[in-house]
């Protein structure tokens, strides 16, 4: 059975499906505006919140970093001066940190590069996210494998020949590894979420987790995900559509991700053992809508049953309908009325083979 563990919640096939409330940078550069997002995301009933790291300097090139970033979402003149506006460092981890195993939540955080990834090592949070941009980055995914935590791969933009890289670069370093199928438009258009990928990846790595990393406007998706044998579900989380970046238009508000985690747990619930059975609340309602067999008409004792002399009616309190050719042929002990049950104890014990 595929089994992962991060931070002594258990992951696999017969479990729950594991909630992340992807935060990444919606608190906009402010500790409180997180904590409150992590307080919120846990009284939603997420399992687990999720931040970015970036060492912005080392991670984009001198022209990116120092390029113009005039637009409504910015939070500084250059897009590397906006980058850094939004980063938490080590003593803004730590409180957030505490604040989230207050709550009993998982927190981690997506590595975009080396030193972010030795950061978050430092930070020891128990798992690793890395984000679609680096499904090809295999340096960088045996650098984070090293760290002997668990990841979290999502594979946005990738094809399958990608996934078997990486998955294959990882593994013999380190098997705790979930895939997350992931669909990288900001929002993701229903017809190119592609949820059947999940089947496939399942099918693919048999020992691997699999979850969705689901960019749509919407919670329907991660139920149809968790049918098809998604067990990690991460959606982007905010407290306000409205609020500057880009990122917050499709993200969750928090009713959403509380009617998310909720369906997530019924399907849960749902979905049962397979084993067909009778249920004590389906007992009384079938009685009222079930059927049994009674006498048509008045019939006389000794009289030898023929079809015509049954009705099939409610309630379902008697002999039920499929026993109707054990009763034909057989006689009368007594006298019957019409809406009488027919019970085999009113009738002989022989059955009559009828003349046409």
């Known amino acids: 059975m595929r089994k992962l563990s991060i931070g002594g919640k258990t992951i696999q096939d017969d479990g729950h499906c594991l909630v992340i409330a992807e935060i990444g940078h919606n608190h906009q550069g402010n500790l409180d505006t997180a904590r409150e997002m992590f307080k919120t995301a846990k009284a939603c009933g997420a399992d687990a919140v999720k931040l970015q ?16 970033y005039d637009n409504p979402n910015s939070y500084g003149d250059t897009y590397g001066a906006h980058r850094e506006f939004l980063e938490f460092e080590a ?23 080396f030193d972010s990834a030795d950061f978050l090592a430092q930070m020891d949070l128990p798992a690793f996210k890395v984000a679609s941009g680096d499904l090809k980055n295999i340096p960088l995914l045996k650098h984070i494998a090293a760290f002997q935590k668990p990841i979290i791969l999502s594979t ?14 990882i593994m013999p370093i380190n098997p705790q590894l979930c895939i997350l199928q992931c669909t990288a438009g ?20 048999p020992q691997t987790v699999i979850g969705l990393s689901s960019h749509d406007n919407g919670i329907a998706m991660s139920l149809a995900a968790y049918m098809l044998g998604a067990r990690v579900v991460e959606k982007h989380f905010t407290l306000n559509h409205t609020w500057k970046g880009t990122d917050h238009a499709f993200s969750l508000e928090p009713e959403g991700l509380r009617k998310m985690v909720r369906d997530l747990r019924r399907v849960h619930a749902a979905l049962g053992d397979g084993v067909k059975r009778v249920y004590p609340s389906e007992v009384e ?26 009705a099939i009616k409610c309630p379902g309190d008697g002999l039920p309908p499929y026993e109707i050719d054990k009763v034909i042929g057989r006689t009368t002990l007594a006298p019957l009325a019409a809406d009488d049950d027919i019970t085999f104890a009113v009738l002989n014990g022989q059955q009559y083979k009828l003349a046409v």
Do not use: W
Request: with cysteine.
């Open 285 to 310: 309602p079938m009685v009222k809508m079930g059927k049994k067999i009674v006498a048509a008409r008045n019939l006389p004792a000794g009289h030898a049953i023929r079809r015509e002399d049954l």
């Open 156 to 169: 946005g933009g990738g094809t399958m020949d990608d996934i078997r890289r990486a998955h294959d670069a």
């Open 91 to 113: 003593s803004e981890y730590a409180e957030l940190k505490a604040c989230a195993q207050e709550l009993d939540l998982l927190l981690f955080a997506t590595a975009f590069d």
């Open 186 to 205: 900001y929002p993701a258009a229903f017809e190119e979420l592609n949820l059947r990928v999940i089947t496939t990846l399942r099918e693919r790595f």
């Open 53 to 68: 790291k970036r060492d912005n300097r080392k991670l984009y090139t001198a022209a990116a970093y120092q390029k113009p």
